[in-house]
């Protein structure tokens, strides 16, 4: 399974996976599933990736072939990130249509999903989710935020702590947090954990983490989260069984 997690605030964008494909008890892959297609300079386009590893592997295969044989259309050609958007979301498609009946045969998941995040020069950061079916929504400052994967776990904290005016250095603090929430209560999603911060309008990635297991800051979070959460659930008052809203 996967965790990929899209923030978007007025100062700019936050991204982060974590690395975990399959895990049992005594088989666990990982592979890399936030990407970076950033000309320097001009624009800064980032995609995380979830479900089918085949059909997302060919799809990323596809975009980053598209710009080593310099198709005329491609994610260093387009002009908007809508039109990245649905130039993703055709390749996601086609690659799909493809395989899907094959896999369907053997009774595996074809599906799969994609965060497109980023900012062209002349434009506005934007941040786009991208369904199976190859259609999109795109982030808005009442829906800072997007999840692909296993979201449930991490979506909490996301929902009391998130606004589109949060500091971005905070929401790369609360994606960090959304996702050890996550792993703790889910084995299929793990590290490395993969973030990266980008400040609007300045055109490159100036902070980019990779957390192994064992990561000391990593570890350090997830002991203040549990500290700060068993103290806040000490402080809430207790029942009144006799109150007189009782029935």
Same mark, same amino acid.
């Given at each position: 399974?996967?965790?990929?997690?899209?923030?978007?605030t007025?100062?700019?964008?936050?991204?982060a996976a974590?690395?975990r494909?399959?895990?049992?008890?005594?088989?666990i892959?990982?592979?890399?599933k936030l990407?970076?297609?950033s000309m320097?300079?001009?624009?800064?386009i980032?995609?995380?990736?979830?479900?089918?590893? $085949?059909?997302?592997?060919?799809?990323?295969?596809s975009?980053?072939?598209?710009?080593?044989?310099q198709?005329?259309?491609?994610l260093?050609?387009l002009?908007?990130m809508?039109d990245?958007?649905r130039y993703?979301?055709?390749?996601?498609r086609?690659?799909q249509?493809?395989?899907?009946?094959?896999?369907?045969?053997d009774?595996?998941?074809?599906?799969?999903?994609l965060?497109?995040?980023?900012?062209?020069?002349?434009?506005?950061p934007?941040?786009?989710?991208?369904? $199976?079916?190859?259609?999109?929504?795109?982030?808005?400052?009442?829906t800072?935020?997007?999840q692909?994967?296993?979201?449930?776990?991490?979506?909490?904290?996301?929902?009391?702590?998130l606004?589109?005016?949060?500091p971005?250095?905070?929401?790369?603090?609360?994606?960090?947090?959304?996702?050890?929430s996550?792993?703790?209560?889910?084995?299929?999603?793990?590290?490395?954990?993969?973030?990266?911060?980008?400040e609007?309008?300045?055109?490159v990635?100036?902070?980019h983490?990779?957390?192994?297991r064992?990561n000391?800051?990593l570890?350090?979070?997830?002991?203040c989260?549990?500290?700060?959460?068993k103290?806040?659930?000490e402080e809430?008052?207790a029942?009144?069984?006799?109150?007189?809203?009782?029935?």
């Amino acid at each position: 399974m996967t965790y990929c997690l899209g923030i978007i605030t007025t100062s700019g964008l936050v991204i982060a996976a974590d690395s975990r494909t399959n895990a049992g008890v005594d088989y666990i892959s990982t592979y890399e599933k936030l990407f970076d297609f950033s000309m320097v300079g001009d624009r800064v386009i980032s995609i995380c990736t979830s479900g089918n590893l $085949s059909i997302t592997q060919a799809v990323i295969t596809s975009l980053k072939k598209d710009i080593k044989t310099q198709q005329e259309t491609s994610l260093h050609s387009l002009t908007s990130m809508y039109d990245m958007a649905r130039y993703i979301g055709n390749k996601l498609r086609a690659i799909q249509g493809e395989d899907k009946e094959w896999l369907k045969k053997d009774g595996v998941d074809w599906q799969a999903s994609l965060l497109l995040g980023g900012q062209i020069r002349g434009e506005n950061p934007e941040l786009y989710l991208i369904y $199976s079916q190859g259609n999109f929504i795109h982030a808005t400052p009442s829906t800072p935020f997007f999840q692909i994967g296993e979201t449930k776990y991490g979506k909490p904290i996301l929902d009391r702590i998130l606004t589109y005016n949060t500091p971005i250095k905070e929401a790369a603090k609360c994606a960090l947090l959304s996702i050890d929430s996550t792993m703790k209560s889910n084995i299929s999603v793990g590290p490395p954990i993969h973030l990266i911060l980008y400040e609007a309008n300045s055109f490159v990635i100036k902070h980019h983490l990779k957390l192994d297991r064992g990561n000391a800051y990593l570890t350090e979070i997830r002991q203040c989260w549990e500290v700060a959460i068993k103290k806040a659930f000490e402080e809430i008052p207790a029942i009144n069984w006799f109150s007189e809203t009782e029935v």
